[in-house]
């Protein structure tokens, strides 16, 4: 089964000043962004949060306790992602500010040939089976949310069954990883809680590396017989919009691209 990197999403707690501070004329000027960037959108500027989207895909929503910063990956190379040099540079600079945490957050998708098959590689070659899976009229909808334990940060790992949707096509089922690398800094003084910050968001790469290597190693390359899965080449979609989960009726989730 293939691996196809979506998203990649950066997160650092923080105590903000005011979130409507950060427009993108204030992002430009201060070098945080370059001057070329252009908006896709409005800007959506409210009391507590600030949402910027350009036309690169990169987004940055700002709240009083916490700044996000998003970017679709697709096949596009990796040292052209941008998001994690923006969250750098929007740190440094804020180096007074308290920092509490940083998160990194990576989201990928393996394309699946069915919903059923995507939902039976969930329940008998991840989970082990009992009769809590023989109740009622459909085969048991499960997801797992796993904790890894890594030098100075925790993986958590969320598995699902999942349907895609791209562009109002059909819907593509697919087993849905996402993961969050967490960073806790809440200990630290403020002169090492700003390195902390900065070594986290220039080393982005090394956890994307053990994010793709623990799926593919250790999930993906599990044997499943009774599977049928079609061959996709990895990264394969491009410029992709945030999603949105609905619930379809048969209680798998839909994401939608609009």
């Known amino acids: 089964m293939s691996l196809i990197l979506q998203e990649l999403g950066i997160v650092v707690a923080m105590q903000q000043p005011n979130p409507n501070l950060v427009t993108a004329d204030f992002l430009k000027l201060s070098g945080i962004i370059p001057a070329d960037w252009q908006l896709a959108?409005?800007?959506?500027?409210?009391?507590?949060?600030?949402q910027l989207s350009f036309a690169n895909g990169v987004s940055i929503t700002a709240e009083p306790n916490r700044i996000m910063f998003g970017e679709p990956i697709g096949e596009r190379a990796i040292d052209s992602v941008t998001v994690a040099r923006v969250a750098h540079n929007y740190t440094e600079i804020f180096k007074l500010a308290k920092y509490s945490a940083v998160g990194i957050n990576i989201r990928s998708y393996s394309p699946q040939a069915s919903i059923q098959?995507?939902?039976?590689?969930?329940?008998?070659?991840?989970?082990a089976s009992g009769s809590w899976q023989n109740y009622g009229t459909t085969p048991v909808q499960a997801a797992l949310r796993l904790a890894y334990n890594l030098p100075n940060r925790q993986l958590n790992l969320d598995i699902a069954a999942a349907g895609m949707q791209f562009d109002r096509a059909e819907i593509t089922p697919v087993i849905l990883f996402s993961g969050n690398f967490s960073y806790n800094l809440a200990s630290s003084e403020l002169g090492e809680t700003v390195a902390a910050v900065s070594q986290v968001l220039t080393n982005w790469q090394t956890d994307l590396s053990a994010y793709c290597e623990l799926i593919t190693d250790r999930f993906l390359s599990l044997e499943t017989p009774t599977l049928s899965?079609?061959?996709v080449v990895a990264n394969d979609e491009e410029n992709l919009e945030p999603v949105e989960i609905s619930y379809a009726p048969n209680l798998y989730p839909t994401l939608s691209f609009s």
Do not use: G, K, M, W
């Open 41 to 50: 959108r409005e800007p959506i500027h409210q009391e507590h949060v600030s």
């Open 117 to 127: 098959s995507a939902t039976q590689y969930i329940n008998h070659q991840l989970l």
């Open 229 to 231: 899965v079609p061959t």
